[in-house]
């Protein structure tokens, strides 16, 4: 008999949810099958559903219906005839970024940069992401999930399900800082580091030891919450006030300037704050875009090489990085004891969708547990 699960599935764009009950996956050769345990939902994914169609018909979503859901994370309940690293029983986090393996880029290990590049459970970004979806046609948003051996990071003891269905955005933060050569000694602005991105930005430049960590934001509360994780290291700046971010910036750092900015500013920010921070970048210091300005920036090319700046922009992480910040967690050396959770039901995935308006910032934790 054929055992069946329940799933959320979006059958038109902007329409709700509906639960359906499918059929169990049958597991690969080189895939694992996951009983999901949590799923993140991250403040974008509203806007996936309801406007990605619109706003970058560039960036496909999978064929509907579809099963959505980026940050799964889980215990692996079996394993294909090909996996010999991963058991039944393991703690998983699945990291939702597919590639094809069989391209030069995959084969150099960059695979990131494979053409098929695709999240599983979100949208593609280019007409081959169809390919990604059909091989992997779920995402977190139901019971059981196939995912390939290749995407999963190990969970330790210590390390909540709730926890690491962040992953996602916490390794986008990870990958720009690695990037940016963030560590000890260094001193890094994290422009709008009070949101969902900033604040696991902030959180991973503290385990990597950065000396100095400058923040900005709009809101004085939950800035004065990012500066209570380590007073002594963080510091943070209203956007919008008197003085500019870069004056600030340099106002802290000896007049030289930070030695490296993540840009992490959320969707509607203006050009001007993206382009103060780089301003507060020291003579060969490095600016990460990993946030939503978006757009035509006008940026002075002749300042860039005279100060010998680089200016790049980075997508997600791979699950060697997500390993490193499962280990870090387990070291101790990074805290995310400072997530709240929302925990909801699958059934009220709606609702979720709904809710996660009134968040407080990046400390809100919005989690479906099927
Ligand atoms: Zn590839």
């Known amino acids: 008999m054929t055992r069946l699960m329940r799933a959320a599935r979006m059958h038109d764009v902007g329409q709700p949810m509906v639960i359906e009950e499918l059929p169990v996956p049958e597991v690969r050769p080189t895939d694992v099958l996951v009983k999901v345990a949590a799923c993140g939902i991250v403040p974008n994914l509203g806007n996936v559903l309801a406007n990605w169609t619109k706003w970058f018909p560039?960036?496909?979503?999978?064929?509907?219906?579809?099963?959505?859901?980026?940050?799964?994370?889980?215990?692996?309940?079996a394993v294909g005839s090909q996996v010999h690293a991963w058991n039944p029983g393991d703690r998983v986090y699945v990291n939702p970024a597919r590639?094809?393996?069989?391209?030069?880029?995959?084969?150099?290990?960059?695979?990131?940069?494979?053409p098929y590049f695709t999240f599983n459970g979100y949208f593609g970004f280019s007409e081959r992401s169809q390919k990604m979806f059909d091989d992997y046609p779920y995402g977190g948003l139901c019971e059981?999930?196939?995912a390939p051996q290749y995407s999963l990071v190990k969970l330790p003891s210590n390390l909540s399900?709730?926890?690491?269905?962040r992953f996602g955005y916490l390794g986008t933060g990870?990958?720009?800082?690695?990037?940016?050569?963030?560590?000890?000694?260094?001193?890094?602005?994290?422009?709008?580091?009070?949101?969902?991105?900033?604040?696991?930005?902030?959180?991973?430049?503290l385990g990597l030891g950065a000396r100095k960590i400058l923040?900005?934001?709009?809101?004085?509360?939950?800035?004065?919450?990012?500066?209570?994780?380590?007073?002594?290291?963080?510091?943070?700046?209203?956007?919008?006030?008197?003085?500019?971010?870069?004056?600030?910036?340099?106002?802290?750092?000896?007049?030289?300037?930070?030695?490296?900015?993540?840009?992490?500013?959320?969707p509607g920010a203006p050009q001007s704050s993206m382009l103060e921070a780089l301003a507060g970048l020291r003579r060969g210091g490095q600016q990460v875009n990993?946030?939503?300005?978006?757009?035509?920036?006008?940026?002075?090319?002749?300042?860039?090489?005279?100060?010998?700046?680089?200016?790049t922009g980075s997508v997600w992480f791979t699950a060697g990085q997500g390993q490193e910040m499962a280990d870090m967690v387990e070291a101790g050396v990074v805290d995310l004891s400072v997530f709240e959770h929302h925990?909801?039901?699958?059934?009220?995935?709606?609702?979720?969708?709904?809710?996660i308006e009134n968040r407080d910032g990046g400390f809100s934790n919005f989690v479906i547990c099927p």
């Open 215 to 266: 923040g900005t934001g709009r809101n004085l509360d939950l800035l004065q919450r990012v500066k209570n994780l380590a007073p002594d290291r963080i510091e943070v700046h209203q956007l919008g006030s008197d003085m500019t971010a870069d004056v600030w910036a340099k106002g802290l750092t000896d007049g030289l300037g930070v030695d490296a900015v993540i840009d992490a500013l959320g």
């Open 161 to 165: 399900f709730e926890s690491a269905a």
């Open 174 to 205: 990870y990958r720009a800082l690695r990037r940016a050569g963030v560590g000890p000694g260094s001193t890094v602005l994290i422009n709008g580091i009070s949101g969902t991105l900033g604040l696991g930005t902030a959180l991973y430049a």
């Open 290 to 311: 990993i946030g939503a300005v978006a757009g035509d920036v006008p940026i002075d090319l002749h300042y860039l090489m005279d100060n010998d700046i680089q200016l």
């Open 99 to 114: 590639y094809c393996g069989g391209c030069r880029a995959c084969r150099s290990g960059n695979t990131t940069s494979c």
């Open 58 to 77: 560039n960036l496909p979503l999978p064929k509907l219906p579809a099963i959505f859901g980026l940050d799964a994370t889980g215990v692996i309940e």
């Open 144 to 146: 059981y999930m196939t």
């Open 343 to 355: 925990r909801y039901r699958l059934a009220d995935i709606n609702v979720a969708l709904a809710g």
